[in-house]
């Protein structure tokens, strides 16, 4: 395959994911109007291309690292390490100690995304049931890790099991301690992370259904009061479901793209968590933190990915335990932009300047609306990993990771040094 085939071939799939929005709009517009009739549509004669696409030769990436060797010496990014990538020939552009491990923040949500996509597929949801319960008028609630349900959803099962007198929910899928070291139990209330339970209602999230609002200390029993007041329960508790129950209504979550998408785009360390537990379960592993942190980096080395010098506390980014080299971040957007397995993670990225915890940033510089990057904030830490579309069409993959540096500060030279592989 000629540079020129292969370069359209790796960008095509980055290009793919950017149109995703207007292709669904496509989809609902033909569902409302694939009835209407009207003559043969105009056809145009294609116009001669006017750029030359995008080949080894023509493009310098001499030049651009020397760019970013300098940028990366802003005092405002303290201690930066990270490696940028030429996603059509795979060389390294630029790399600052890459293997070298530092304070992640939420840039850890890239590794447990990539391990649920491999390993759950994009597809994958979750089920959950209400079943009877072993005495009279009792119905349980069989968690199973859905953090994701709704009011609508919940008006859903009541309307199916109907009145009963008691509500139990059955959280035993789930284990192990329901905070983790290295959180602040003052997150909590910051809204930052719950207790971990198998089952909540808009992330426990309290008096909302998004943000950083409070969250509630006991995710798992407000569920079961939300469906106890819906069926005229008087009582509700935790215990276990009986094996062989009959099942009385189930509600089913959004597929996995879809909640990946939502934990991305606010950084929602939940849902991150989550999807880790429900990882560990479905390899068999018990349904706890620790399981889960584990069964990430068990998927990823199974794919063939070098996880060494890795430290993972949790699922999120949120404790200052975990450690990750930039290079592993980097093997995986550089993956995702070059295979097909892994592509459905690029499309879960905010765009820069457009969405989630990017809308707010690059202002006019070139790097808006072509950046898409998680990104990752603790006290002295920065991170921002993802992709950039270059002014010559190649696509370049990116982890820089920051410590020991001002946050607004750091955010400001990010944004810079990923805008100049824009212009590059």
Same mark, same amino acid.
């Given at each position: 395959?000629?540079?020129?085939?292969?370069?359209?071939?790796?960008?095509?799939?980055?290009?793919?994911?950017?149109?995703?929005?207007?292709?669904?709009?496509?989809?609902?517009?033909?569902?409302?109007?694939?009835?209407?009739?009207?003559?043969?549509?105009?056809? =145009?004669?294609?116009? @001669?291309?006017?750029?030359?696409?995008?080949?080894? /030769?023509?493009?310098?990436? +001499?030049? #651009? $690292? &020397?760019?970013?060797?300098?940028?990366?010496?802003?005092?405002?990014?303290?201690?930066?390490?990270?490696?940028?990538?030429?996603?059509?020939?795979?060389?390294?552009?630029?790399?600052?100690?890459?293997?070298?491990?530092?304070?992640?923040?939420?840039?850890?949500?890239?590794?447990?995304?990539?391990?649920?996509?491999?390993?759950?597929?994009?597809?994958?949801?979750?089920?959950?049931?209400?079943?009877?319960?072993?005495?009279?008028?009792?119905?349980?609630?069989?968690?199973?890790?859905?953090?994701?349900?709704?009011?609508?959803?919940?008006?859903?099962?009541?309307?199916?099991?109907?009145?009963?007198?008691?509500?139990?929910?059955?959280?035993?899928?789930?284990?192990?301690?329901?905070?983790?070291?290295?959180?602040?139990? =003052?997150?909590?209330? @910051?809204?930052?992370?719950?207790?971990?339970?198998? /089952?909540?209602?808009?992330? +426990?999230? #309290? $008096? &909302?259904?998004?943000?950083?609002?409070?969250?509630?200390?006991?995710?798992?029993?407000?569920?079961?009061?939300?469906?106890?007041?819906?069926?005229?329960?008087?009582?509700?508790?935790?215990?276990?479901?009986?094996?062989?129950?009959?099942?009385?209504?189930?509600?089913?979550?959004?597929?996995?793209?879809?909640?990946?998408?939502?934990?991305?785009?606010?950084?929602?360390?939940?849902?991150?968590?989550?999807?880790?537990?429900?990882?560990?379960?479905?390899?068999?592993?018990?349904?706890?933190?620790?399981?889960?942190?584990?069964?990430?980096?068990?998927?990823?080395?199974?794919?063939?990915?070098?996880?060494?010098?890795?430290?993972?506390?949790?699922?999120?980014?949120?404790?200052?335990?975990?450690?990750?080299?930039?290079?592993?971040?980097?093997?995986?957007?550089?993956?995702?932009?070059?295979?097909?397995?892994?592509?459905?993670?690029?499309?879960?990225?905010?765009?820069?300047?457009?969405?989630?915890?990017?809308?707010?940033?690059?202002?006019?510089?070139?790097?808006?609306?072509?950046?898409?990057?998680?990104?990752?904030?603790?006290?002295?830490?920065?991170?921002?990993?993802?992709?950039?579309?270059?002014?010559?069409?190649?696509?370049?993959?990116?982890?820089?990771?920051?410590?020991?540096?001002?946050?607004?500060?750091?955010?400001?030279?990010?944004?810079?040094?990923?805008?100049?592989?824009?212009?590059?």
């Amino acid at each position: 395959m000629s540079g020129k085939k292969l370069w359209w071939t790796a960008t095509a799939g980055v290009t793919a994911l950017a149109v995703a929005g207007v292709a669904g709009f496509a989809v609902v517009a033909d569902r409302h109007y694939g009835d209407l009739t009207h003559d043969p549509a105009f056809v =145009a004669e294609a116009p @001669a291309p006017l750029l030359e696409a995008a080949t080894a /030769a023509s493009v310098d990436n +001499a030049v #651009l $690292g &020397a760019r970013l060797r300098e940028l990366a010496g802003d005092p405002a990014l303290g201690t930066v390490h990270g490696r940028v990538t030429d996603t059509v020939t795979g060389e390294t552009v630029w790399e600052q100690a890459s293997g070298e491990a530092l304070q992640p923040a939420s840039a850890t949500k890239i590794l447990t995304a990539a391990a649920a996509i491999l390993e759950l597929g994009p597809d994958d949801t979750l089920v959950t049931e209400v079943v009877e319960g072993s005495a009279p008028g009792a119905v349980v609630i069989r968690a199973v890790g859905d953090v994701w349900l709704t009011d609508k959803q919940l008006d859903e099962l009541a309307a199916r099991v109907g009145a009963a007198e008691q509500v139990i929910i059955d959280t035993s899928v789930w284990s192990g301690e329901p905070f983790m070291p290295g959180w602040d139990a =003052a997150d909590v209330d @910051a809204g930052y992370i719950a207790p971990l339970e198998p /089952a909540m209602l808009y992330g +426990a999230r #309290l $008096g &909302a259904t998004s943000g950083d609002v409070p969250r509630s200390h006991t995710p798992a029993l407000d569920v079961a009061r939300a469906l106890a007041e819906r069926v005229g329960a008087a009582t509700v508790g935790l215990g276990p479901a009986p094996s062989d129950a009959r099942v009385l209504a189930s509600v089913e979550s959004p597929l996995l793209t879809e909640r990946l998408e939502a934990m991305m785009k606010d950084s929602d360390n939940v849902m991150a968590e989550a999807i880790g537990h429900e990882l560990a379960v479905h390899r068999g592993l018990p349904g706890s933190a620790s399981a889960a942190t584990q069964a990430t980096l068990d998927v990823l080395t199974a794919h063939g990915f070098d996880i060494s010098g890795v430290t993972l506390a949790d699922n999120s980014g949120l404790s200052v335990h975990n450690l990750i080299p930039p290079r592993l971040l980097d093997d995986v957007l550089l993956d995702a932009a070059t295979r097909p397995p892994l592509r459905p993670l690029l499309a879960t990225l905010p765009v820069a300047g457009a969405s989630g915890t990017l809308t707010e940033r690059y202002g006019e510089l070139p790097g808006r609306g072509w950046v898409r990057a998680k990104t990752g904030t603790l006290t002295g830490t920065s991170a921002l990993a993802g992709v950039v579309t270059a002014e010559s069409g190649r696509v370049y993959s990116f982890a820089l990771l920051v410590n020991g540096a001002e946050i607004e500060g750091a955010r400001a030279a990010l944004d810079g040094f990923t805008s100049a592989i824009r212009d590059s």
